[in-house]
């Protein structure tokens, strides 16, 4: 079991190789099928690769975003201390523009300017090196909220009990242990029981090709359910708690995720399950006062007709909604799981007090 644990926190989803300078991801479109590993180069590779989801997940696009840039900085060629800076913003506004919805790309984008705009004087080779360091920051800080986070959420199940997710919050989303996923995995580590109901999660499958294989190759009872059938596993008294990740979390709570996920917490509300949001405080964006403020990604119809099906499933004239996200009412969530610990209502309060106790 250990070892079949191991196998999978340790996927490397995003790496850099220093010795070869080269930014690798793993092809998250291709999987569970292929397990195919993309060099990324240019910037257009590297929008490609976030706006076509072959990395995603809110924490992942923000460390494959940090090493994009870094490897971009690498390519500028002006000697003037201002062009270098101007080419790298226009780089990352570029890069930020692939998905709107995950704060994480922002923020990680952010986190590098700010490193290269107060090392601006220093020489090239140095000014690399601190965005080097910068972008593996973010990666290992990732690492260690994750294992905080599931230390945590791992207090809010006891053995034998049934978890709901929906989407992916797992290793291929953050680095190793994954949030929602992250309590599941080290539980399992640690000898618990969970069964896991995984959402398939339409239109894009992120339930199905992603944590119910992150799951089942760790050795974890998952189940795996379409999104029309979670009722009937709650009613059925399956499911005694509700894990999700989040790709943005407002200042008062309201939480956006994977499209269907506050269908979710409307269930549990329902039965009397509670529902609860896991990530680190780089999804936690408090100069976003509540959801109404989030930007949904909208998608290509496509995805809903024709992706997975050798022929469209209707008429091609049929106008299609395709959000990518949705946005769960604060009221409807029992706890927000952070590496700093378990937010509770009022969020404006505690989800504030994460930032004024650095
Ligand atoms: O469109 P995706 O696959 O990037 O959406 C991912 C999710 O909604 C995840 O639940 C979220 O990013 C949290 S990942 C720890």
Request: proline content about 5%.
């Amino acid at each position: 079991m250990k070892e079949q644990l191991k196998q999978v926190t340790h996927v490397e989803n995003i790496r850099y190789d220093k010795e070869r300078e080269e930014l690798v991801i793993i092809d998250q479109t291709l999987l569970p099928g292929e397990e195919r590993f993309l060099t990324l180069t240019t910037a257009e590779e590297m929008y490609d690769a976030i706006r076509s989801l072959k990395v995603r997940g809110a924490p992942a696009i923000g460390i494959c975003a940090a090493y994009s840039l870094y490897t971009l900085a690498r390519q500028i060629q002006a000697r003037e201390p201002r062009d270098f800076l101007q080419q790298l913003q226009e780089q990352a506004a570029y890069l930020n523009s692939a998905r709107p919805t995950a704060v994480n790309l922002s923020w990680a984008l952010k986190e590098m300017l700010k490193t290269a705009e107060v090392r601006l004087a220093l020489p090239r080779e140095a000014l690399l090196e601190a965005l080097y360091h910068k972008a593996v920051e973010i990666h290992e800080d990732d690492i260690a909220k994750c294992r905080a986070i599931s230390e945590y959420g791992l207090t809010l199940v006891k053995d034998g009990d049934g978890i709901l997710t929906h989407c992916n919050a797992g290793p291929l989303a953050t680095s190793r242990y994954g949030t929602a996923l992250g309590p599941i995995l080290l539980g399992t580590e640690r000898g618990m029981r969970f069964r896991v109901f995984s959402d398939e999660t339409r239109p894009l499958l992120q339930g199905a090709r992603l944590t119910s294989y992150e799951l089942y190759r760790a050795g974890v009872d998952v189940t795996l359910i379409c999104d029309n059938m979670a009722s009937i596993v709650m009613k059925n008294g399956w499911v005694q708690a509700c894990f999700v990740g989040c790709d943005r979390v407002a200042a008062n709570g309201d939480t956006a995720n994977k499209i269907g996920t506050s269908g979710v917490a409307i269930l549990a509300q329902y039965y009397g399950i509670p529902f609860y949001v896991l990530g680190p405080t780089s999804t936690i964006d408090m100069n976003c006062p509540d959801g109404s403020r989030i930007p949904i990604e909208q998608r290509d119809p496509g995805e809903i007709k024709e992706m997975w099906y050798e022929k469209p499933v209707a008429l091609s004239g049929v106008p299609c909604y395709n959000p990518a996200f949705d946005v769960t009412d604060h009221r409807l969530i029992s706890g927000i799981v952070t590496e700093k610990g378990i937010c509770r209502a009022p969020y404006t309060e505690s989800l504030r007090a994460l930032f004024d106790n650095k």
